[in-house]
């Protein structure tokens, strides 16, 4: 079937919807817009529209602007995005279902990206203007996992918080995590610092460089009071009592066929500070030449709150983040993120012709 064909169908198709509808009574036709309406979110192209917002929003609306004092360290900061789960999203157990968390990553991941690195992907892009035939600069998905914790319900609302974790020669790695809406609150915003971290939006025009030092205390509001949204036992171990899943994601560069390494990027955004003569690049992966003490590693996450410990806090310290503070930071994230590049070992388990299958259906 042709492109034409294929347009015939669809309009025949929605012309006869559009008919449909025109023939239901009144309070049919309401019952159908409060339903649309209660599921915006997973009407078509919406998640088109809420993936080239997050790229509309910090390239040309707020870009931002991030200096080398600021930059360094704002990598390891977290974008947070809201939304909410509609009843289409909900499974059997009606409750978000596990699929459509990935959808949220997308929207959060993006925003993320988009903030830190504009810099370095308007060099690239202005490169490959020049050179002409050297293929186009993309950033493209690796994997994903996701660590469920707590049941979203309809139509809550939830909150994606993301950040740079890590990152070696070919992968960047970001940690997200969907928290309940207003039970953790961040010292401030760095690309915000008019913004109230007890308030739900921000102006436009609050938008300029600097970093809030104003202190939030967690799941506390303004009178000292907890959230009564999470139970006394939750509120006492926040944020872990908050989350309601965890997720490790992976990002590759690529300049046509080449890949580029990630501290590239980071440093053509302006925001990665100077490398010592004598520094090395971080290591490829856990398979080629990681030097990532596998048995701290391992140590590390013998316990069953370390994968959140160490994505979601950072180390509070004073003083400018020089290369060895952002490098302290970047290894320590690795000892999370060698898990995920280990999964790659996952294709050689695949049987293929050497073994009998259940079946076909």
């Not at 290369?323 to 294709?347: F, P, Q, T, Y």
Request: charge should be positive.
């Amino acid at each position: 079937m042709t492109l034409g064909q294929l347009q015939e169908v669809a309009m025949h198709a929605l012309s006869r919807a559009l008919r449909l509808f025109s023939t239901l009574g009144r309070s049919w036709r309401t019952v159908g817009i409060l339903f649309v309406l209660a599921n915006l979110k997973n009407l078509p192209l919406v998640w088109h529209l809420r993936f080239f917002n997050g790229l509309f929003t910090h390239f040309y609306l707020h870009p931002s602007r991030l200096t080398p004092k600021t930059g360094p360290r704002a990598i390891f900061q977290p974008i947070i995005t809201t939304s909410r789960s509609p009843l289409l999203e909900c499974d059997y157990n009606v409750h978000k279902s596990n699929s459509t968390y990935f959808s949220d990553l997308d929207v959060s991941r993006t925003h993320l990206i988009a903030a830190l690195m504009k810099g370095g992907l308007d060099s690239y892009r202005e490169r490959m203007k020049k050179e002409k035939g050297g293929g186009k600069f993309l950033i493209a998905l690796g994997a994903v996992s996701c660590v469920f914790r707590r049941e979203i319900a309809p139509y809550e609302e939830y909150e994606i918080w993301s950040r740079v974790l890590s990152w070696d020669r070919k992968w960047m790695y970001i940690v997200s995590h969907f928290v309940r809406k207003g039970a953790v609150r961040p010292k401030g915003y760095t690309l915000q610092p008019g913004r109230d971290p007890k308030e739900g939006r921000a102006w436009w025009f609050w938008r300029r460089e600097g970093v809030v030092k104003e202190p939030a205390e967690g799941s506390r509001d303004s009178s000292g009071t907890s959230s009564p949204s999470l139970t006394t036992e939750q509120q006492q171990h926040l944020p872990h009592g908050a989350i309601f899943a965890s997720a490790i994601s992976k990002y590759v560069f690529k300049q046509g066929r080449l890949t580029t390494p990630p501290e590239l990027v980071l440093e053509r955004s302006g925001i990665l500070p100077p490398r010592p003569t004598s520094s090395q690049s971080p290591p490829s992966s856990l398979l080629g030449e990681s030097t990532v003490d596998l048995a701290a590693a391992n140590d590390l996450l013998s316990k069953d709150e370390a994968i959140i410990d160490a994505s979601l806090t950072l180390e509070d310290e004073d003083g400018e983040w020089d290369w060895a503070r952002v490098e302290k930071e970047r290894e320590k994230g690795m000892l999370v993120a060698e898990k995920l590049v280990a999964l790659d070992l996952l294709h050689s388990t695949f049987t293929g012709e050497e073994e009998m299958a259940l079946g076909a259906f």
